[in-house]
């Protein structure tokens, strides 16, 4: 797989979106039902998002607007004040967005020349002097599992545990190796590896994060990252095996990584127990006992649809052709490469364009054959590069709160739940202390059980699941804060970014 040439895809929409983060350590937030914008929320939400919208950009500077998940924007009146709502004119919202070295932001009204502020609670463009109080902190939005994908090398990072250091190496980011948790913590982040072990200062990987684990972070728009130590050292691959370690003399955008959303790759099993893999390059054959790099797949959906594509590791498409065949040598806008899924107990049932439903021949081959799906059309499938899950529904992560007992869902940090594989699609939820997740009576969830449970993972998407909990419920966030399994059926409150 080192001489694949991985295809980037282009920047998604969560690429582009980030809180700001003032002075006074609140994040920029739209009131939509008051027409406002507000500095007052100390934690990022839906309403602290904001979507970078770039209509000319530079070295050190662009022209931007300010989009909200609602789809409104940022808008500075010509009294200084601010409001939420759509531009009336061409340039009505367009601020000079300026990067600074110490990765703060400011942001210039185009038409008044004044600065975007706020003085702890309120936001407004008063001032045409720039101060300390037109500062603001990017934070990237994205879900915290993430890949760092080098441009200059044309790779990305991956953690070696077996060494303890991280080597930008690898063409094809299928291993669990290349995903990382991103932490915020005091205006600083902190990389952790699958095995939970940090990058630190000295270029190795460490057990807890601290200050000699905290980096600094410069962003730009579309996902573009450097992160350095806030004394000189920025963080690049260096010598001939491309360790990842601090230096201060990196080639022109050597240091700058694209921060993206950690991938799905799955891999499938037919009635035989047999993995599928791409043999002579571009066929698909359920021929295999072990899991090998041929035998992974990565899941990508289209505007989170039950509609998939499968990305091999040979960087093609799972396409359906002639004589019902299902070829590894598809290209992503083919209308042969969209299957439908479809959920039976665990199993995924993939159904090709034509109508006909994916088997297994009796010569092993994948083909697109039956009309009606029945076990030689279901398909186990595991995921191959998440040994954890970190869980954000609709009002945060799924996390451990100081002040409950009860797991919460409301959390600005996730706490990583291990997963057991127990059969295909079902799991047993571990907290990261060894104990299992149990659940009460009344649906709610405790971390610290004795015995293990049976919980169904459903993928809505690509980054995208839904959870059957032991008592027959579908696991969903609760405004309350409270994580829940009772819904019946799977609604918007059900679904949760992984």
């Known amino acids: ?72 924007y940022l808008l500075c009146e010509a009294d200084g004040s601010l409001c939420y709502d759509r531009p009336r004119t061409s340039h009505h919202g367009c601020f000079l967005l300026r990067f600074h070295r110490n990765g703060k932001w400011t942001l210039q009204c185009i038409i008044s020349g004044r600065y975007l502020e706020s003085d702890g609670q309120d936001v407004f463009c008063n001032s045409r002097v720039l101060s300390a109080y037109h500062m603001w902190t990017p934070r990237p939005a994205l879900h915290v599992h993430v890949i760092l994908y080098s441009p200059f090398n044309h790779c990305y990072a991956r953690a070696d545990s077996t060494v303890g250091r991280v080597w930008v190496d690898t063409p094809v980011p299928c291993l669990a190796e290349c995903g990382f948790l991103l932490h915020f913590q005091d205006g600083c982040y902190h990389l952790e590896t699958s095995t939970h072990c940090f990058l630190s200062h000295l270029d190795r990987l460490v057990s807890k994060p601290s200050p000699q684990t905290a980096f600094h972070m410069q962003v730009r728009p579309g996902g573009h990252v450097a992160l350095s130590d806030g004394e000189g050292g920025m963080l690049y691959a260096q010598g001939s095996r491309l360790l990842l370690g601090l230096g201060s003399n990196p080639r022109r955008g050597e240091e700058w990584f694209i921060l993206q959303r950690c991938p799905t790759w799955v891999s499938l099993r037919a009635k035989t127990r047999k993995f599928l893999s791409v043999v002579y390059d571009v066929e698909i054959y359920a021929a295999s006992e072990h899991l090998t790099p041929m035998s992974l797949f990565q899941l990508e959906s289209i505007n989170d649809r039950p509609i998939l594509q499968l990305r091999s590791a040979n960087g093609c498409y799972l396409a359906q052709r002639r004589h019902r065949a299902v070829l590894a040598n598809g290209h992503p806008l083919e209308c042969d490469t969209f299957f439908r899924m479809h959920w039976n107990c665990g199993k995924i049932i993939l159904q090709s364009p034509n109508g006909r439903f994916l088997g297994i021949a009796p010569n092993s081959l994948l083909i697109a054959h039956a009309s009606i799906p029945g076990p030689n059309e279901e398909f186990g499938i595991r995921l191959a590069n998440r040994p954890f899950l970190a869980l954000r529904g609709r009002y945060g992560y799924v996390g451990i709160s100081s002040g409950h007992d009860l797991m919460q869902c409301n959390m600005d940090q996730p706490n990583c739940i291990h997963l057991l594989p127990c059969r295909q699609g079902i799991y047993h939820f571990q907290a990261q202390g060894g104990s299992f997740w149990s659940i009460t009576s009344f649906g709610t969830f405790r971390p610290w059980g004795k015995f293990a449970l049976n919980f169904c993972i459903e993928l809505q998407g690509s980054n995208l699941l839904t959870v059957l909990a032991p008592n027959g419920f579908y696991m969903r966030s609760d405004r309350s804060g409270t994580l829940l399994a009772d819904s019946e059926d799977i609604t918007k409150e059900c679904i949760w970014e992984f």
């Open 1 to 72: 797989m080192g001489d694949v040439e991985w295809m980037q895809r282009l920047p998604k929409p969560e690429d582009l979106r980030v809180g700001l983060i003032s002075w006074a350590g609140s994040y920029l937030t739209y009131e939509p039902y008051k027409n406002v914008v507000t500095t007052t929320t100390k934690g990022l939400g839906r309403r602290q998002t904001w979507e970078i919208l770039v209509s000319n950009e530079h070295d050190t500077q662009a022209v931007v607007r300010l989009r909200s998940l609602q789809g409104l």
